[in-house]
């Protein structure tokens, strides 16, 4: 699904919970249990179980046990803090990205202390009471009301705990009560480096402003906008929302391969490989976009003069990716330089079966099986036209078997779908017939979902999955 519609629904199941709780949490119909006589207040737990989990889901979050929101989050900073909502990326190491503080259903609306500062703005009133918080001021002498000087104190403690703790720039602070929002759209520069608290970084909401503001509040505050999910496919035109001016990211190369299997059932399926150009970019808050080209270029499968035909896809897809790469430039106002692997951040990696991988540069499509992005830095292709040690006698079954070390009972001949996949087939330059090295891959190869086989000294990905001690033992070329 694509940003649009992504907005589109979440605009309309917003609107449709704002109307219903709305209607539940008005005073008339709160439970008479859940408050003292004559003071049918809504308390923070219903106000969270209503209305707060059901946005954060809306907002494409996982409040699931092993979801990437932290409930209750313990943060230590010289004393514990409980943090009631913490969003985290799913980056190489997880980090959090998003902070909400959740008050109870009609908590009063940020106002001023003094008559005389009630012609100012509910974002110079916030502005002025956090200068206060963050200068040691006493609550007593706040701009503010009681209730919003505790507010932006805790939430200044909580801030400034995560970052002691991990060093970690939050992308956004909230504070709700359900019935209205307030986001700090850059926290570190706000609550972390002091002195540089503007109404710029400041947005509101109320909730008689919500289905207006629906597709605002989704692009602040979703997960799509914050994690690393990436949103697939991003057109050219729609980069500026998402890198805007004063955004810090980076840009590589990349290939976008979805994996088809052909054939009819009566015989042998074979695997097509289609790969697409694109361009990724990641920012400075681990949000990481991408860019596809629409142009399809099938990856030569099985023996007949692979290697010519090669060059010509790796040639039609380095076109492509200089293609789409202008059209970027051009929509971004500058030339962008792509950079190298070394500089990409990683995606989050499986805490079992892939532990030996130090950054994951291969991410699944959520929603398309068998589809990936390949983050590829400045190469245009997850292949090399050609292996960084030619000859290598372990191109062959035949000859890996001759030294103890061909890998099952024979050759594989042809292209195989499954047990296991296989488009580069034996004798050719970038496959690889030796045992010891496929075994020593398995829990570190980042294309195996593709094929088992490919050569890593043919892989872009060669020294991302090896480091140099590593590829020095590898029997390469003897």
């Known amino acids: 699904m694509n940003f649009e ?5 979440f605009h309309v199941d917003f609107k449709r919970l704002v109307e219903d709780v709305s209607s539940e949490l008005t005073p008339a119909n709160v439970d008479p249990f859940g408050a003292a006589s004559g003071d049918p207040k809504v308390l923070e737990h219903t106000t969270r179980a209503w209305f707060l989990d059901k946005l954060f889901e809306l907002l494409g979050w996982n409040l699931d046990i092993r979801g990437d929101v932290v409930q209750e989050a313990r943060v230590k900073s010289g004393s514990m803090h409980f943090i009631d909502y913490v969003g985290m990326s799913t980056q190489q190491s997880p980090a959090p990205v998003l902070l909400l503080e959740a008050k ?15 012609s100012a703005s509910a974002a110079e009133l916030i502005v002025a009471g956090l200068r206060h918080v963050l200068e040691g001021g006493r609550k007593e002498t706040s701009p503010l009301i009681r209730p919003w000087h505790e507010h932006l104190e805790q939430v200044s403690k909580y801030a400034s705990a995560i970052h002691a703790n991990g060093n970690h720039e939050l992308s956004r602070l909230v504070l709700s009560s359900g019935d209205w929002i307030v986001v700090f759209t850059q926290p570190a520069t706000t609550f972390v480096e002091r002195g540089r608290v503007d109404t710029s970084h400041i947005e509101m909401f109320r909730i008689a402003e919500y289905i207006q503001q629906g597709r605002r509040i989704f692009e602040l505050l979703s997960r799509r906008s914050l994690a690393d999910q990436i949103p697939f496919n991003l057109r050219v035109g729609q980069l500026g929302s998402y890198l805007a001016t004063d955004h810090e990211f980076r840009v590589f190369h990349a290939v976008h391969v979805a994996y088809q299997v052909t054939g009819s059932e009566l015989f042998t399926p074979v695997p097509r490989v289609l790969v697409y150009a694109a361009i990724v970019f990641q920012r400075r808050d681990g949000m990481t976009v ?30 492509n990716a200089a293609a789409l790469l202008g059209r970027c430039s051009e929509e971004m106002g500058n030339e962008l330089n792509p950079v190298g ?21 291969v991410k699944p499509l959520e929603r398309a099986p068998n589809e990936w992005l390949f983050v590829t830095g400045l190469c ?44 580069v087939v034996d004798g050719e330059a970038h496959h690889c017939a030796h045992q010891v090295v496929v075994d020593r891959r398995y829990h570190r ?31 390469c070329g003897t």
């Open 5 to 9: 519609d992504e907005v589109n629904r």
């Open 104 to 118: 109870r259903w009609g908590e009063p609306w940020v106002a001023a202390r003094n008559s005389e500062e009630v």
């Open 290 to 319: 991408a860019v596809v080209d629409e142009g399809e270029a099938p990856l030569p499968v099985g023996p007949d003069r692979f290697s010519e035909k090669l060059w010509n896809h790796l040639a039609v897809v380095k076109d």
């Open 341 to 361: 692997l070394s500089e990409f951040n990683g995606f989050a990696a499986d805490a079992v079966l892939e532990m030996r991988i130090q950054k994951k540069v």
């Open 380 to 423: 245009t292709h997850f292949l090399r036209e050609w292996p960084h040690v030619d000859p290598c006698q372990f191109h062959s079954w035949r000859r890996a078997s001759a030294s103890g070390n061909g890998i099952g009972t024979g050759a594989v001949t042809t292209p195989r779908v499954q047990h296991p996949r296989t488009f």
């Open 445 to 475: 190869c980042q294309i195996t979902v593709l094929d088992r086989q490919v050569c890593c000294r043919a892989c872009a990905y060669e020294n991302v999955c090896w480091t140099d001690s590593e590829i020095a033992r590898l029997p």
